[in-house]
């Protein structure tokens, strides 16, 4: 079992779209995957409920009322959605139980105020393996002065930016069939799995 956390302290950073498309990339590739929901307001379980039956499948449980974090071992992938305000202890032992970290964070200078403090405590807990966390840029294109004023705020704290994910519909449509961009008919998300390529690379990497 290999498990991948998505974090970010701040609520409406696509912590649950990112947790979802990237538990759809591994059932398509034919992984047993269980999506791990912490977030009292149960936001992947609800996507998880109108998921298609004859969509590759992804289970789930809420795990939000755990003390400490144990997650399935009998899954090839384990995806956690984290909630918002995660810190202290719990994150502590959240970071300890999973093999790579992925921030989505939005260029605005008020999400970036808000993950600060967030990315020093994570920056501090794995020191002796930075390569484990990895920022996913959300809704901005990399060429835009957003996008550059994200990379000079991320200079500070030596974490890479593993992928720019695109502002469109596509994820907001998909979501609401309990489906990903990695779900038939995969050709009108061309572009979009196109920018997940170096995403789903990253997180698979031993």
Request: charged share 20%; proline share 6%.
């Amino acid at each position: 079992m290999r498990a991948v956390l998505v974090a970010n302290p701040k609520g409406g950073a696509g912590k649950t779209t990112l947790a979802t498309n990237l538990s759809g990339y591994f059932a398509n590739q034919g992984k047993s995957v269980t999506l791990c929901d912490l977030d009292r307001q149960q936001s992947a379980l609800r996507w998880m409920a109108f998921r298609d039956p004859a969509l590759p499948p992804v289970t789930g449980y809420y795990a939000g009322n755990q003390i400490v974090l144990n997650l399935p071992k009998e899954s090839d992938w384990v995806v956690v959605d984290a909630p918002a305000g995660l810190q202290g202890y719990k994150l502590s032992d959240y970071l300890r139980a999973v093999d790579r970290v992925l921030v989505p964070l939005v260029p605005s200078v008020f999400d970036m105020a808000a993950t600060e403090d967030f990315l020093n405590s994570i920056r501090g807990e794995i020191r002796s393996n930075r390569m484990k966390v990895g920022i996913v840029a959300m809704r901005v294109d990399p060429r835009t002065k957003a996008a550059g004023m994200l990379e000079e705020f991320l200079r500070h704290f030596d974490i890479p930016i593993v992928s720019y994910l695109r502002n469109t519909q596509n994820y907001v449509n998909v979501a609401a069939a309990g489906a990903t961009v990695f779900d038939p008919p995969r050709a009108r998300h061309r572009r979009d799995l196109e920018q997940w390529d170096a995403l789903v690379k990253w997180v698979e990497c031993a």
